[in-house]
């Protein structure tokens, strides 16, 4: 263990909606996730992420909330909350729980009261109001990043209220010290209760340029995108971590913030990362980069580079439950499964940390062809079905080979899951040699005992293939096609995500040499 556990552990995200479901209402809950936990102590993580189970309409599967400090009653109570804390903590796991601090849901108290109180009140005051001067032109031309415009009028056509995600996701004013004193309380509830820190949901967000001023183009702005904008990466937005940290300092425990921050840049990035900000934020980069050596190297170096100067942690991640399932997003079938793994053993022996996400231990793919009627993501709906949206990563956990929900729960689950998960599932995998579970288990178990101090590349084995020490292995990664030769990097072969045959480490692999 280095001197703060942030800095290099192994994360696990967590969906609560999908993970297990104890109650048998066909969508995860605490309870499922506590009685699953045995499973994460087994590998081998070190935390876990959770994403929102707070009370909420589930409009936009719980990051539209309506009370900070309650359990979604789909989820639990507070008592199943501290019981799966307790449990987790118990087991050495950690837990870091999801704010959402850019808007609330429409039904949050706040906005009700904003809703029944008069233009320009109080209440108003706490969210972006604006007269309505034509009822067919909204006060600036930013795009609701579901589709559709980001204004929506109150029922009596009189003002406009800013929404960046769903019309049921009302942004925040941040200029407002009420919105401040707010969140601050709410740190301080879960902090009480004894989390190890919080995910940031849309860390980029909440401050916007004065005025609120057009964008260019067309005002459309992707979520999961590099693109600055007058409401993302806004300098003021320092300001509000900067008044966060001293209140985790006060715990104990070396709890920390994670950023989901979108910014152009690896450099405006790390900003976040300055030492009296944030902890950790998620390097998106592998996640929109193609599987080349080239652009894998091009996001590590700079990552590396730009965090060292903040001397921050580097956060790396492949999958979550915003993009497309990366064994999916490398072509699918055999081959995207084997660079998956491929990529996955290549983050776990980069120095930092690494997020996983729930399932892709056990190989998952997207699921692509989820019919329209079952469908929940606002995306596909904001857009008329032109974007098919993030459900198809969200599809419950095959636990079992056989049995309603493949043991996710006793009646069904909330998405439809492929047949032929029950052959993924944790049951089938468990305890089989060359199974993605055993592969994932051993990688995270050899990373803990080879732990990276650094990165030297060394020299390339092939035209889309490079080498890396990291201080206490080599590893070898082939993105290409052909096979490279590995003689000369080492002499034990520690883990290779597939197997070396006369000395050559064949496409689409990683391999881990003792140095
Ligand atoms: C980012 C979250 O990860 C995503 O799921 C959500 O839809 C948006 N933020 C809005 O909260």
Not at 112 to 120: D, I, S, Y
Not at 357 to 378: F, H, I, K, S, T
Not at 478 to 494: C, H, I, Q
């Amino acid at each position: 263990m280095s001197e703060h556990w942030w800095r290099d552990a192994v994360i696990y995200q967590v969906y609560p909606r999908s993970f297990a479901d104890a109650d048998g209402d066909g969508m995860g809950d605490l309870e499922g996730i506590r009685s699953r936990i045995p499973y994460l102590a087994a590998l081998g993580v070190d935390a876990v992420w959770l994403s929102p189970c707070f009370a909420s309409p589930q409009k936009d599967a719980g990051y539209d909330v309506s009370d900070y400090r309650r359990i979604d009653p789909r989820f639990g109570d507070l008592d199943d909350f501290d019981r799966m804390l307790a449990d987790a903590h118990a087991a050495g796991i950690r837990l870091i729980v999801d704010l959402v601090p850019n808007h609330t849901s429409s039904e949050h108290a706040w906005f009700q009261a904003a809703l029944a109180a008069a233009p320009g009140s109080p209440e108003r005051e706490r969210y972006h109001f604006r007269d309505v001067v034509d009822p067919e032109v909204p006060p600036n031309n930013w795009q609701s990043i579901f589709g559709g415009p980001a204004w929506t009028k109150t029922d009596d056509g009189k003002q406009w209220y800013l929404h960046l995600f769903d019309a049921s996701q009302p942004d925040l004013n941040w200029d407002n010290p009420e919105v401040h004193a707010e969140f601050q309380s709410v740190l301080r509830f879960w902090l009480d209760r004894g989390v190890d820190g919080f995910r940031i949901d849309v860390a980029h967000g909440m401050v916007k340029a004065d005025g609120l001023p057009d964008t260019g183009g067309d005002g459309t702005i992707e979520m999961i995108g590099t693109t600055q904008a007058p409401f993302f990466d806004q300098d003021g937005v320092h300001d509000i971590y900067r008044s966060w940290r001293p209140i985790i300092e006060e715990y104990d425990g070396d709890r920390i913030f994670v950023a989901e921050a979108w910014t152009d840049s690896a450099e405006r990035r790390s900003l976040y990362l300055r030492p009296d900000e944030l902890h950790q934020a998620f390097n998106f980069d592998l996640v929109l980069a193609p599987f080349s050596a080239a652009d894998f190297r091009k996001a590590i170096d700079s990552e590396i580079a730009n965090n060292a100067g903040v001397g921050a942690p580097c956060t790396w991640v492949l999958s979550n439950h915003d993009v497309q399932r990366h064994v999916t997003r490398y072509g699918g079938g055999e081959l995207g499964l084997a660079r998956a793994k491929a990529a996955t053993q290549l983050l776990l022996s980069l120095p930092g940390v690494v997020y996983v996400y729930q399932g892709e231990e056990l190989g998952l793919n997207e699921v692509l062809d989820l019919p329209a009627e079952v469908r929940e993501d606002p995306t596909f709906f904001r857009t008329g079905g032109a974007q098919i949206g993030r459900d198809g990563c969200r599809v419950p956990l095959p636990w079992t080979r056989e049995g309603s929900s493949f043991g996710f729960g006793a009646n069904g689950s909330w998405l439809p899951q492929p047949a032929d998960w029950g052959a993924l599932s944790a049951e089938a995998e468990d305890g089989v040699p060359g199974s993605t579970l055993e592969f994932y288990r051993s990688a995270i178990a050899l990373r803990k005992a080879h732990k990276a101090t650094g990165l030297t590349w060394l020299a390339d084995p092939g035209e889309d293939a490079f080498a890396f020490d990291n201080g206490a292995l080599v590893a070898v990664v082939n993105f290409g096609a052909e096979p490279v030769p590995v003689a000369g990097y080492g002499t034990e072969v520690l883990l290779a995500s597939s197997p070396i045959t006369d000395g050559l480490l064949p496409g689409g692999s990683t391999a881990w040499f003792n140095k």
